[in-house]
C-alpha cells in the first residue's frame, strides 16, 4: 500500500506555500482590486500552485517583473503567467526565431550551437533542399524544443566545422557540372565516350 501512495506522488511538487503567499501579496500590489477579484485572497485551491510547480522564486520574480514591463492593466491567466515567469529566448542570450531560421537554412551554425542542434532534429539535407513551406513548422517544433532544453540547463554540442560542410556541397556542385559538360560534349562529337 506504502508503493502506491509513491505511485501517486506528482513528479513535480506545487509551488510552497511561503512562495505563493509572496506571490499573491505581490500580485496583489499590481492589480489591487482587479487580482482579488478574479483569483480571491489566496489561491485555496491550489490551481496556482500546480500550475507553477516547478518554477523558482527567481522565475516568479521574472513573471511579476515582466508583467510590470508589459503594462498589463488586467491581471494573467495562470498559464500565461507560467510563460511569463520562463526566461525567453533573449534572456538566454539565443537569437530570434526568425534569425535562427533563416541561418539554419543557409547551413551557417555561426549564430549559435542552438542553431545547430534544431537543424539536426530537422535534418540539414531537408533544411537545404525541402520547401521552406515543409521545413519551417518542422524548425520551429525543434527550435521550442531546444530552447527548453536549454532552459533546463542542457549544455549543446559544438557545431561541425562549417567550412568542411560549404566544400563539400562546392565539391559535389563541380562534379556535377564536369559531368554535364563531358556529356554535352560526347554528344557533340568533341569527345570519345
Not at 501579496?25 to 482579488?36: D, K, P, Q, S
Not at 521574472?62 to 510590470?68: A, W, Y
Not at 519551417?136 to 561541425?160: H, T
Request: aromatic share 8%.
Amino acid at each position: 500500500m506504502n508503493q502506491v501512495a509513491e505511485d501517486k506522488k506528482p513528479l513535480v511538487e506545487p509551488l510552497a506555500d511561503g512562495l505563493m503567499g509572496q506571490l499573491w501579496r505581490l500580485m496583489t500590489e499590481v492589480f489591487g482590486y482587479r487580482w482579488a477579484s478574479a483569483y480571491g485572497t489566496s489561491d485555496q485551491s491550489g490551481t496556482w500552485a500546480k500550475g507553477l510547480a516547478g518554477l523558482t522564486g527567481d522565475d516568479l520574480a521574472r513573471g511579476v517583473r515582466k508583467v510590470i514591463e508589459l503594462g498589463m492593466d488586467w491581471p494573467p491567466s495562470m498559464p500565461e503567467f507560467r510563460k511569463l515567469c520562463l526566461p525567453s529566448e533573449a534572456d538566454l542570450g539565443l537569437p530570434e526565431f526568425e534569425q535562427a531560421y533563416r541561418a539554419a537554412a543557409r547551413l551557417d551554425w555561426t549564430l549559435h550551437p542552438a542553431v545547430y542542434a534544431a537543424a539536426k532534429i530537422v535534418g540539414t539535407y531537408k533544411l537545404r533542399y525541402d520547401a521552406e513551406s515543409s521545413t519551417r513548422p518542422k524548425f520551429e517544433k525543434a527550435w521550442d524544443s531546444v530552447v527548453e532544453r536549454i532552459r533546463r540547463g542542457e549544455v549543446l554540442e559544438q557545431p561541425v566545422d562549417v567550412p568542411r560542410l560549404e566544400r563539400c556541397e562546392r565539391t559535389r556542385k563541380d562534379a556535377g557540372r564536369a559531368y554535364v559538360a563531358k556529356m554535352r560534349a560526347i554528344l557533340r562529337g568533341e569527345v570519345s565516350a
